[in-house]
């Protein structure tokens, strides 16, 4: 097997309830030729402590602990001590699926002209119950002209060599910055593949930026997809489609739950 390195990013702010499983997530991985770089604002709740913990732990290769400007500057920050060939970042309330490196690794050394990996997101709430798979869509990179964000972040994998062709992220976006990102990369004529290997959980509960300020996150997205897409009218048909369905099933859930 090519021993292939992943770069992981984790920005934190005030998740201590998750952090621990978020971090968990990665360092329990059976594929080991990994990086962890943790960039935490200064968090208030107790994270910091929580994130002290792995200082030393071999694959935690940079922890950095100072005030941001959010989750964006955090991401550009810690990408900049990146030093695998495969990039992807894990927000520090979502974690990864177990064996999803190996899983990964081994999908990029079967398709080395692959530039990025997408594969199925599941959805759970505060208690990692699960919810729902993420209905993404296996779009080519022409129709990203045409629909919304079609693929989750937590299960995405890139090329580091892709990364800083488009010129890595966004510094002036706050909420839809994997969207963006991801949008540059089929115009830039990546070559996205589809995987059914489920790689990672998206975790919906009231804190998170998804629940607690979608609007602020959808106004950003419209903005993005009507920069990058040519074709606004149909392409905001689409938008709120797809958004329809995925808010559906999350409100569905946490009606269920009492958490909504």
Avoid at 55 to 68: Q, S
Avoid at 117 to 146: C, F, M, Q, Y
Wanted: proline residues 3%.
């Amino acid at each position: 097997m090519s021993q292939l390195k992943i770069s992981v990013v984790m920005p934190s702010y005030n998740q201590v309830d998750f952090i621990d499983e978020a971090i968990q997530s990665v360092l329990t991985q059976s594929y080991q030729n990994y990086e962890l770089i943790i960039v935490d604002g200064l968090s208030t709740d107790g994270s910091v402590d929580k994130i002290r913990k792995y200082e030393n732990h071999p694959n935690v290769t940079k922890l950095i602990i100072e005030k941001d400007k959010g989750q964006t500057d955090a991401l550009h920050k810690g990408f900049q001590y990146c030093t695998g060939e495969i990039f992807t970042w894990l927000n520090s309330d979502d974690v990864f699926s177990e064996n999803a490196f190996r899983s990964v690794v081994n999908v990029f050394s079967e398709f080395p002209g692959i530039d990025v990996l997408n594969g199925e997101l599941d959805v759970i709430d505060d208690k990692s119950n699960w919810v729902a798979v993420w209905p993404r869509k296996k779009i080519t990179n022409r129709e990203w002209l045409h629909y919304p964000q079609a693929i989750g972040q937590p299960s995405t994998f890139f090329t580091s060599k892709l990364f800083k062709k488009v010129g890595g992220i966004n510094a002036s976006l706050n909420y839809a910055m994997d969207y963006d990102l991801f949008f540059r990369f089929a115009l830039s004529g990546a070559r996205f593949h589809f995987s059914d290997l489920h790689l990672a959980k998206f975790r919906v509960h009231g804190q998170s930026k998804t629940m607690s300020l979608p609007y602020k996150f959808w106004k950003e997205e419209i903005n993005v997809f009507y920069k990058l897409s040519s074709k606004k009218l149909f392409s905001r048909f689409y938008y709120w489609k797809f958004r329809g369905i995925f808010s559906s099933i999350v409100k569905q859930h946490l009606l269920k739950s009492r958490k909504f």
